[in-house]
């Protein structure tokens, strides 16, 4: 019960971190935002939890959904309050901060250690990624993303009432993560595991996101609500 209660407490943290970041810097808050998101989720996904549910009893899962979705509000965002082009920037930000990120670890990991480092193994441990998780975080990324942007702007124009934000950030963040899911894990895990636990993967994982996407549907409002003098 405890990762439950913990699990909530984390997502208002990084709601209201969120909210912090962009009443304070704006515009450069979000881009910041996404550039260390990407780094965080690949750092999180390392860590296994099990999350206590009351139907099933708990499923196994690893952590990163929340800082990962966090990236399509940034988003999100961008496209609401300062266009496609503000938004498709920010993609390209955080696709480099995670490929930067990716190359300079693995060149820090081929170091070879000192007899005494206590470092390594941990350092190989968090960034020592297979090739295919690097590979499908990499992929999701980059479609997923961009789709989300170019969906979130289709229905900008379809339905274009501020009161239809909620149409615009679910219609898009909900198809983009489901695409995000897709890719990543028959990238990352189709060759590893068996269809079934295959499938289970992939089912947890999207329906995670789902619920943080939809849980963050008010924070959004809130954040768009904001005067925010830029430079």
């Given at each position: 019960?405890?990762n439950?209660?913990w699990g909530?407490l984390f997502?208002?943290?990084?709601?209201?971190l969120?909210?912090?970041?962009y009443?304070l810097?704006g515009k450069?808050?979000?881009?910041?935002?996404?550039g260390f998101?990407?780094?965080l989720?690949?750092?999180?996904?390392t860590?296994?939890?099990e999350?206590?549910?009351?139907?099933?009893g708990?499923i196994v899962?690893?952590?990163?959904?929340?800082?990962?979705?966090?990236?399509?509000?940034?988003t999100?965002?961008l496209?609401?309050?300062?266009?496609t082009?503000?938004?498709?920037q920010a993609?390209w930000?955080?696709?480099?901060?995670?490929?930067?990120s990716?190359v300079?670890m693995?060149?820090?990991l081929?170091?070879?250690?000192?007899?005494?480092?206590?470092a390594?193994e941990?350092?190989?441990?968090i960034f020592?990624l297979l090739?295919q998780?690097?590979?499908?975080s990499?992929?999701?990324?980059?479609?997923?993303q961009f789709?989300?942007?170019?969906?979130?702007?289709?229905?900008?124009?379809?339905?274009?009432?501020p009161?239809?934000?909620w149409i615009r950030?679910?219609?898009?963040t909900?198809?983009?993560?489901?695409v995000?899911?897709?890719?990543?894990?028959?990238i990352?895990f189709?060759?590893?595991?068996?269809?079934?636990i295959w499938l289970?993967?992939f089912?947890?994982?999207y329906?995670?996101?789902?619920?943080?996407?939809?849980?963050?549907t008010?924070v959004?409002?809130?954040?768009?609500s904001?005067?925010?003098k830029e430079d």
């Amino acid at each position: 019960m405890f990762n439950l209660v913990w699990g909530i407490l984390f997502l208002l943290v990084h709601f209201g971190l969120f909210l912090l970041c962009y009443r304070l810097f704006g515009k450069k808050g979000l881009y910041s935002w996404i550039g260390f998101a990407t780094v965080l989720a690949n750092i999180q996904v390392t860590k296994t939890i099990e999350m206590p549910l009351l139907v099933t009893g708990g499923i196994v899962m690893t952590l990163g959904n929340t800082i990962y979705t966090s990236i399509y509000m940034s988003t999100d965002l961008l496209n609401e309050k300062y266009g496609t082009q503000a938004a498709r920037q920010a993609v390209w930000f955080g696709f480099f901060s995670m490929l930067a990120s990716l190359v300079i670890m693995q060149m820090t990991l081929a170091f070879v250690p000192q007899e005494g480092d206590l470092a390594q193994e941990s350092l190989q441990t968090i960034f020592g990624l297979l090739p295919q998780i690097a590979a499908g975080s990499l992929c999701a990324y980059f479609v997923s993303q961009f789709l989300d942007v170019r969906v979130f702007a289709y229905l900008k124009r379809k339905f274009p009432v501020p009161n239809q934000f909620w149409i615009r950030i679910n219609g898009s963040t909900l198809l983009s993560q489901l695409v995000d899911s897709l890719v990543f894990c028959t990238i990352a895990f189709a060759t590893e595991y068996p269809f079934d636990i295959w499938l289970q993967i992939f089912i947890t994982t999207y329906l995670f996101k789902m619920i943080i996407s939809i849980a963050s549907t008010p924070v959004l409002y809130w954040a768009r609500s904001f005067k925010i003098k830029e430079d």
